[in-house]
């Protein structure tokens, strides 16, 4: 625990560097683990999910035990080793895309929409970054354990990972983790600073009629955004040799846009951060029984009836602030406003011969309480996954809406605020049976007072293990009736147009399916979307609703394959197609592909894997980002097409509990002209927004035994 709290001081002082470097001194002394392949785990996944592999399973006796479970599942997971996929490691899924830096905005490439009825403030272009209450873990574990990763990249960009586990007493365990994002990025106005916090605890009383569970998430997130490249073209001129210098739409020569890792603060940017507390009792009824051995007894219990109460408390704040530079007077920001916006902003002002800057402000934040009470019946005593679930819950909402203005020495400050109140029912059945062939999962949730009224969730889902040949099908239903966010209320300060009516609730029914086969590392995903009164963004701050019926299919394959011996291919290639008058764009087809060698060269504490991947992005009208409104949003205007498909060259390799990651990524920027050798013909993911050229990354990841 020392260690521990050594580490955590420095990363609070932000001395960050130097915290990176204390991580890698102090897991100099550390203990190991045994870990197993972690090639077991690829496979798995999609609709049908997969078990992870056990890092621990060839544990020695003097070694530790530790699983894990979820808030809302009782089944316990092990520990696992994967090293393949980076993406995990710091949040970059393969199949999503941010806006050039690590920290950025950032959304799926796949078309999800928002399936959850009730209270949204609106606000998910960073969900990426954020720890949440349902990615809460709860360990048991025999030792205290510790996880330590240090990640820096190009331009001095760092993550850095605390996670630490134990036991205070054999019924009784906490967790402590810390997340650091700090990427100052390779163009103006683009640095970006997070910091991701969570304490859980899990306690299980000696007869095990009571346990609780508790849960802090807190999340600062902070990035400049500059609105984009001026001139798309100004990438393939030789003016612009330094891509730091390309002039950009918002923030252009700010100081912190200029690669400095200790410069966290945010002129021009976003500010948003959300925490939550949740506290969690359960008392159950039904049958004691004990184990007696020559030594000890040990009480067991056989729950038939639960009784649960939640209370979770949870905070929203969403800022854009823009404090325009006085020392930029020819700063493109103010034509910007006016154009995208039909904001009459100036940008700076002269007070005499002074020249001064003006400021643009808008904030939405938040305070939600909710109080559920919650009845289990377990018909099966000794099958704790089989229950059927009833509960209501109250739920009190408090909003503040700030704008602030200051043009020309003068200060405009509306504010307004919103009360309001859901009273919501639920009902729950589960059953994985106790053969382990079926798992069966049906949820209801009908919002009954309001101001979500009338909202409700429907959900099925059944899937069967067929055989070793064929693995596991499921199959399932759902359907979702939910308010627009709150964004589109004329209440919200990011409401930017009086003239939208967005007034129908959205509905939304979804099909899926999927076939897990773990035999033969594959797993084929398949999902059907009918939607009707979809909410969006347009032209940077227009909002509208698409009232016709529209779908989308998706089908996804991952797969390995053995190309020869240690040589494997794996992909994970998603076809997407929508039809309907609809404002989803969507490309048709996304495909990452890793193409290596994975194996231990004979060597038995050993694994390496390296070779190269390769993501397509099929030609798309791409959403653009709305900095002013913190939403990606719909647009026509603008095809992005990949120079190249996106390629990276990695090397990752794990030594028992060491895992090492050396990594080349955006080769495919490599060009000869106009300034010669270099990697600089970016990829687009986005209108005016390019990927940065080369990044090269690497890092460590150590788990040891206190």
């Known amino acids: 625990m020392s260690n521990l709290s050594g580490i955590i001081s420095a990363v609070n002082g932000r001395r960050i560097i130097t915290a990176g470097l204390v991580i890698i001194a102090l897991l100099s002394g550390s203990g190991l683990l045994a870990q197993t392949n972690p090639m077991q785990k690829f496979g798995g996944g999609g609709a ?24 809302d599942t009782s089944s316990l997971n092990k520990l696992d080793s994967d090293i393949l996929d980076f993406g995990t490691k710091i949040p970059s899924p393969s199949t999503s895309i941010n806006l050039g830096n690590l920290g950025t905005p950032a959304r799926s490439l796949i078309f999800t929409p928002h399936l959850q009825s009730g209270f949204d403030p609106g606000f998910h272009a960073y969900d990426q970054y954020l720890y949440t209450v349902n990615d809460t873990k709860f360990y048991n574990t025999t030792k205290p354990y510790t996880e330590l990763g240090y990640f820096l990249g190009s331009r001095s960009e760092q993550t850095i990972d605390i996670f630490h586990t134990q036991n205070i007493r054999p019924n009784f365990n906490f967790v402590l983790q810390y997340r650091l994002i700090n990427a100052p990025g390779k163009f103006q106005n683009q640095n970006t600073n997070h910091d991701n916090y969570r304490a859980s605890s899990w306690y299980q009383s000696y007869n095990k009629r009571y346990q609780n569970f508790f849960i802090f998430v807190g999340n600062k997130l902070e990035a400049s955004d500059n609105g984009g490249l001026v001139k798309k073209s100004d990438l393939d001129t030789s003016y ?62 056989y729950p038939r009836v639960r009784l649960e109460n939640t209370l979770a408390y949870t905070t929203y704040s969403y800022t854009f602030l823009d404090e325009a530079n006085p020392l930029a007077p020819y700063s493109l920001d103010s034509t910007w406003y006016t154009q995208k916006y039909n904001l009459n902003y100036v940008g700076r ?240 087809l996304v495909s990452f592909n890793q193409i290596g060698y994975d194996g231990n060269f004979g ?62 990524e955006n080769l495919n920027a490599f060009t000869l002209k106009p300034n010669g050798f270099g990697f600089y013909a970016n990829n687009f993911i986005a209108p005016s927004y390019p990927e940065p050229g080369m990044v090269i990354r690497f890092g460590v990841l150590w788990g040891f035994v206190n």
Not at 283 to 291: A, F, P, R, T
Not at 642 to 657: E, G, K, M
């Open 240 to 301: 612009y040799s330094n891509q730091l210098t390309l002039p950009v739409n918002l923030g252009n020569n700010l100081t912190s846009s200029y690669g400095n890792p200790f410069v966290t603060s945010v002129t021009t940017g976003t500010k948003y951060s959300t925490n939550t507390i949740l506290f969690r009792n359960q008392y159950d009824l039904g049958q004691k029984d004990s184990i007696v051995t020559d030594t000890s007894v040990i009480p067991l219990f």
């Open 603 to 664: 060597l038995h504490n050993l694994f390496v894997s390296f070779g190269t991947e390769i993501r397509y992005i099929s030609t798309y009208k791409a959403d653009g980002y709305s900095p002013l409104t913190g939403q990606f949003f719909t647009q026509s205007d603008s095809t992005i097409a990949q120079r190249l498909p996106d390629i990276n060259l990695y090397l990752h390799l794990r030594i028992r509990s060491f895992s090492g990651y050396v990594r080349l």
């Open 48 to 71: 049908g999910g997969g078990k992870a592999s056990d890092t621990l399973a060839h544990r020695k006796p003097d070694t530790i035990t530790i699983h894990y479970r979820y808030l």
């Open 349 to 588: 002002s002269q007070i005499g011969t002074r020249l001064v800057a003006d400021t643009f402000f808008r904030k939405d934040a938040w305070h939600v309480v909710s109080d559920d009470f919650s009845i289990y019946q377990f018909p099966d005593a000794h099958n704790p996954q089989q229950f059927f679930k009833i509960g209501a819950t109250l739920e009190s909402i408090k909003g503040t809406f700030d704008s602030a203005s200051l043009y020309s020495g003068s200060l405009i400050y509306p504010k307004g605020s919103a009360s309001d109140y859901n009273v919501f029912g639920h009902a729950e059945y589960r059953n994985k049976t106790r053969n382990q062939k079926w798992d069966i999962e049906a949820f209801g949730k009908l919002y009954l007072e309001g101001l979500n009224v009338g909202d409700y969730n429907a959900y099925v889902a059944l899937k069967r293990y067929i055989s070793k040949a064929i693995g596991y099908f499921q199959g399932g239903f759902e359907n979702v009736l939910r308010t627009p966010s709150y964004i589109f209320n004329s209440g919200s300060a990011f409401n930017y147009d009086p003239t939208a009516h967005v007034n129908g609730k959205e509905n939304t029914t979804h099909i899926f399916a999927s076939l897990d086969q773990p035999e033969h590392r594959m797993s084929v995903t398949g999902s059907y979307y009918l939607m009707s009164n979809y909410s969006y963004v347009s032209n940077f701050y227009k909002l509208g609703q698409q009232g016709a019926l529209f779908n989308m299919l998706e089908i996804s394959l991952k797969k390995q394959f053995t190309l020869y011996r240690h040589w494997k291919w794996r992909t994970n290639t998603t076809f997407q197609q929508v039809a309907g008058s609809s404002p989803v764009h969507a490309p048709l």
